[in-house]
């Protein structure tokens, strides 16, 4: 835990009387998915808990409204969340293009929603292209957004996607020490950026004394025991679908082979999906003994299914964030993580061509336990983060500082700069006259004020403070500055 | 000029082999509005130039095709481009949502496009939504993005979409050195990053000599000298609205004061243009017999008018940017350019809240004679740029490489290390036996083959290599190296 | 005044009490464009003033929300509507394209509104565009549409989507006798259409006696006189264009000539406005002495300015339409309004091709008195709408029907009337045996119930009974009806 | 087949020369599912077939591209059609919400394709919403639409699109009868509309003799013989989701029990559609052995597999259409297509509220053959419309007439009426002057003209005829009739 940053630059209460002595913070929370809603529950529960200092607005949309992806916003319900807009955005077709025109289904309805809900900020997860379309909007639209999971690497079009929407953020919790790293050598600036850790590890890791057995029995079947089973769990990859369908076929075959009880989830909404779910059909998984096929498995017992497999398989995010908070050993296949952190559970099988290489790897890794480990958190990221929320001054500039490393100064100038610099006012107090004098730098008289010398002390201070007085009024439209009097 | 990086690490011929003998590359080119054409169009001509080696598609979109913005798609057809397809992307509205909008209209309507034309790269330009909206459906279709004019800093939202859109281009096209070093600080690679200077220079630069007083008198008036005019041109501040529209109130009013013979054209389509025409309008600048007041100048022409002005007054790109190369005074209002790199020809105006400290600037500023900068490019850059394009290599990875620091190494492990270190083929020739075995890297056997050692020499090779086949073949399986013959 | 119906089928309370005692009205207004509303408005405030039985909705969209277009649902906030949403819809482009896909972004946008507000009806008004995009959504969302002004002929492109939207459409509230027999002449079902007359006629008689001198200064000058200037309001006709943009040269030309004081409203948001505008540039007219063009006359007062014209000249409808009300003198120019029923106040000049000839019907209508027609209303439509709107009873089904004339008996057969028709329960008491059967109507025994004969009476019921409710449960299985005993 | 009329109006040569020598009639066809292929197709090959006359352009969109309703685009490949353009144009989300946005989706997109095709006539089939985004695309854009089995009635929600697209097209193929009655009652062109027959009817009568075995063994089961086995095709019904399902729910109930060996296809891509595919599982259809559950069958294989069965079960609208040309009993459920004309092929359980209801009819209908009927169709559908569509004559104007019961005169009236009546030329030859005078019709002379008449008769010729050229084209300008000379 040493490595979690102490966030404690303003006290929240002192910014809370800053932005308006009874305003709350509006937090909008917009989900698409299981995945992202997983991170962004836990932050949520909390928001939630703090009504005096919180309002929160959920926004539904992508494939939780979807029936073949589990029709996922009942979680949400379920979790007694109300849920302020439903959207649809996701265009049928299945490939890339449906999924840019997602995007823009997307961009098309949100401004409606944020213009009647004017959250002050935005909370948006990861790297898909749904958070893409949340980022976007609401950067535009000039609301501040909170991005959770900004500056990993994974190696996969995803990370264009993340560090666009990393740009496109004002605000950034990132995960894991690397990621905090990347968000600052990509020149967000360093105070904009929290390593809280992943929210997803709270729950994970208060969740580890659960009685899991009957939670084993129900997706496995009665006679399975710890550490005994495997879960599956592959998504296409949507810049070489021909390659990662080509993938999966083997990593089928493999687990077949294997003989082990298996339980295989569904890939998520990608392009290529479809193709996938057909491979399975064909390799008869459905029907199959060993195998179970499922669309979706609610987050706290898929945690203890993989907490207490014997492996898990496949290229999903969760095999090398999540798991490794458990030892359990994990297979990733593929590009599609490629240059994520991880723990040493997990054995990369990346250049996944063959039945028997996906075999070997099952051998080596099946029934093994690693230690757990906290790259990707300590199980307080939720704190940090609603700390870090409450700390936001929202009479602060909306405008982003990107801190690039400095360059020579700029050679053109500003007009204030000049106008300050540029004329003084002198007074001079001898002689027969009194002269006041608006003076420019270079010694020019800008313009001139001469009195006669009066007699007595006393109407000499009076008049030279009259003309003073009417030259510094007209010193003041053109910027001078008072030097002094000589 | 010795500042311009030579790119010279392949050679085009080669790069067209490598990407098929006959295939020639196709180039989209996308252009939104006058201001990113007045940068495309001589790069346009340049592709056009050379049909051996590319192919041009062109699509217009965004304010091009909107009347109050001058139609100004004729400017492409006038310049003799085959416009292959227009797209409406504007939603009505001239707000922030309207904004977002229509970045959702052009993501919706994109991908049918891009995938009639399947270019191999798309070429877009700058900082504008519509450029976001490019960029992120290309990326998303894994279509190569060259992106002209990244890496600049202006200060506004603008930076935010212009880094956005850098995380999803390929390949950047930047303008000045600062930008190159700024990508580079954003982990972009630097093998793609080409210093090339702007476009529109080459135009700028080569475009001295005309015959300008016509253009002149056209635009401001039989009776006008050089540098006794004024051009302005003031865009609205999409951040804060109220306060650009007050700004440009405050110049109006300075521009009437100061009384000179002044080109003002009208501001571009982001929100709150509208209420910046009924400044105008308030102001009676139409009417004004000082006052020009035109929706779009050619550009050919617009810079023979700022080159030959007596000051340019505003807060467009084009007056920090173009300007400068001809030494023309520029008084730069606000904060919209905030960090843009500037020759000394620019007097900035940064807060400017007073009509006096505007006409102040002026008086300073008009008639000046400043000598020509050459930060945004030395006129050579579409040279530069086609001899890039030429030297992509198609069959190199779609997949960007993000150049972050080094960070430690990753505990996990990869299948294919193990695999390799794991074994090796070891042959004992010797004694009344023939013996072959897969050994492991920790010397255990892995598999065994034993044969009588036949009597002649012949015979005995013969086997051993009979046995080796066997086993190397079996040894493949499980990805051994055969380390030699002991 | 004969001539309107009386609708008094059923009491409202008694449908209150049916659709649920407590259950209000939502009924769900949608408008458009300063024209819709000055038809929508009257009812709009009826149906406010009645918050017993109705609960009210606006929802502002397409041209409403246009600077360019007076920005006009601040009329709206002007009467004291809360507006609840408010949708960009238009799509810039000027021509049939963006018409088309401003319909389509209305589509996009329309179900989340109508999801969230589930009004009982949706109020639609006439023939444009946007109401279409209306229509379709609340039709194919299973929510019960008013339409109002269906029926009406225009000759115009707007026939056709009029006409389409009366197919949608459950419930017609239509302005003329003429309307109302084309409405049960394409087949729509009496029942649901209500002759109310044009609610915009409510406002206009008994807007009569107002103080109008004092508007005609404003908006015409100080010294003109009633009778004595015109009103000209010509729209882009979109089937033609470019005969439209003649026809508008031509009438501006004609109206140079004839010089009286004029006033002008810009065309609205069709395709081909922008051209026409242009017209009026070239034309001078925002400069000519006897001009005064403006974007927006709110309704009231522009009545008063048409009630005391000497002329009104255009294509708009309100000139065959509501001018006939104060018997002022129409020139109706091209066929945007054939087949439009007008009183004798309208002289038409369909084919505009040249000056003289409109000048020539300037000459003709100008300074002249039309007795008052009453054929679009008799200013009591409110109250009827009202009275239309409470009578709906949410408990019938959605599903429309048409009326078409009859035709042929269908051939196939219902299978309820086959089970009815098909067989009967037979009983025989006498004899040794009871006999129980159920009797096909062809006289064929489907199934037969014997038993012995009791002797006693009383038993011989009871079994009689017993064997009949056997058979009768049995009999219901096939549907049969129990004839009685013989 | 005496009553489909005999289309001759004009010669397709003769409008060929008319629409201009070399041009040829482009038609786009766009086609949005398996179900208005089916008719489509038949069409296509014939227009394909005929290139002198016609160009043709295939458009793709809606529920073909989905992966899930088989992908049908694939079909029209197969048939060897280029598709010029694939429209993803489905929202998701299975709900009526997600139908509306898809009309919005398709009419966003639709505007680019018109516009690049230029059609001269859109060919649009039926009564899904895709058909009606792509009539209200075509209509708003001014090209003519031919809309193919309007005026049909199904009592339900369809029959408001159905007729809504009669509003908006310009030309009907319709298939019956009682069809073509209902388009006349509503006010539809009697010229234009043409009863064909049904295009599906040309194929399906056409293949009746094929060997029809080896597809049934291939879709049923080797052992399954004709008249033998059932087809199951029930869809969703959008305005009553609930109902629909449960009553598919019985349906399976009932075919289980009736123990036929049933193919039953998946329902379509309407709202609903999902929970219909979870009853199916849920039964188990999917393993069940004497069911095989599909979800696509090619058409020509589906009419075999009709022809040829026991009976077919239901709502698909192609039960009460197509199936009665082979005289296979079907038994029609619930509502979806109540009111369409049948054979007497057909039995309705309109209130299909039990299991035992539904087996009853199976019991009734299953293995009886009913004479043939050609209610929709004879099989000439295809020749009849190719003629139809070569008598097009595109100079006539786009603007629809419809054809309302004529109502009492306009009393209004037209400015050319006016000035053609009001004057007349008149000369006066004899006495010592000769007289030309413009009359009006009220016998005021509106100019005179007078001269000397000349003593020879040559002279007086000469200078009458001066006089009548000045005087005529005098009168000209004021619109008269020369009306002779007396």
């Known amino acids: 835990e040493v490595y979690f940053n102490n966030l404690a630059k303003q006290k929240p209460k002192e910014v809370m009387e800053k932005n308006g002595s009874n305003h709350k913070l509006r937090v909008c929370v917009a989900t698409c998915n299981r995945a992202d809603y997983s991170k962004l529950a836990p932050i949520m529960f909390g928001i939630k808990a703090d009504p005096q200092f919180f309002e929160l607005d959920v926004v539904v949309l992508g494939s939780h409204l979807i029936d073949d992806y589990g029709n996922t916003y009942r979680m949400i319900e379920q979790d007694d969340f109300d849920i302020h807009t439903r959207l649809h955005t996701i265009v049928r077709g299945e490939d890339e293009a449906a999924m840019v025109e997602s995007v823009g289904l997307a961009l098309v309805k949100l401004p409606d929603v944020l213009n009647r809900l004017k959250p002050d900020i935005v909370i948006v997860h990861g790297d898909r292209f749904d958070a893409l379309a949340l980022a976007t ?32 953020a004002h605000y950034h919790v990132c995960c894991t020490r690397s990621a905090e790293q990347h968000l600052i050598a990509m020149c967000e600036d360093h105070d904009r950026i929290l390593l809280a850790g992943c929210p997803s590890y709270d729950k994970l890791l208060s969740a580890k004394n659960k009685d899991y057995m009957s939670i084993i029995s129900t997706w496995l079947g009665e006679d399975v025991k710890t550490r005994d089973y495997i879960v599956a769990l592959q998504h296409p ?37 479809k193709e996938m779910v057909r491979v399975m059909r064909k390799k008869g998984i459905e029907h199959h003994p060993n195998f179970r096929a499922v669309k979706h498995v609610p987050f706290d017992q898929f945690i203890q299914l993989v907490a207490h497999a014997g492996c898990m398989i496949g290229n999903s995010s969760c095999g090398v964030r999540e798991v490794g908070a458990f030892g359990t050993p994990v297979i990733n296949l593929g590009t599609r993580q490629t240059g994520r952190e991880t723990g040493e559970n997990v054995l990369h099988v990346r250049d996944a061509d063959t039945q028997d290489k996906i075999l070997h790897a099952l051998q080596l890794q099946f029934g093994k336990q690693y230690p757990c480990s906290k790259i990707y958190g300590d199980g307080n990221a939720v704190p940090r983060i609603l700390k870090f929320l409450k700390s936001i001054d929202l009479k602060e500039p909306l405008q982003k500082k990107f801190c690039f490393p400095p360059v020579k100064d700029n050679i053109s100038q500003d007009i204030d700069h000049i106008l300050e610099t540029q004329s003084a006012l002198a007074v001079d107090l001898g002689g027969t006259n009194l002269r006041v004098a608006i003076v420019s730098m270079k ?16 109407d000499r201070l009076e008049l030279i403070l009259k003309m003073c007085v009417e030259a510094a009024s007209e010193a003041v439209n053109v910027n001078c500055r008072i030097l002094g009097v000589g």
């Open 443 to 458: 010694g020019e008289i800008v313009k001139k004020y001469t009195q006669l010398n009066p007699k007595t002390y006393e």
């Open 237 to 273: 990859v949507t810049t070489d679908i021909k390659h990662s369908i080509k993938m999966f076929e083997l990593t089928l075959d493999a687990l077949i082979s294997f003989n082990k009880r298996t339980l295989v989830l569904f890939p998520n909404v990608d392009a290529g999906n």
């Open 137 to 168: 909007s609401a950067a535009l639209m000039n609301i501040r957004i909170l991005h959770i999971e900004g500056g990993e690497v994974s190696g996969t079009i995803d990370d264009s996607i993340r560090h666009a929407i990393t740009k496109l």
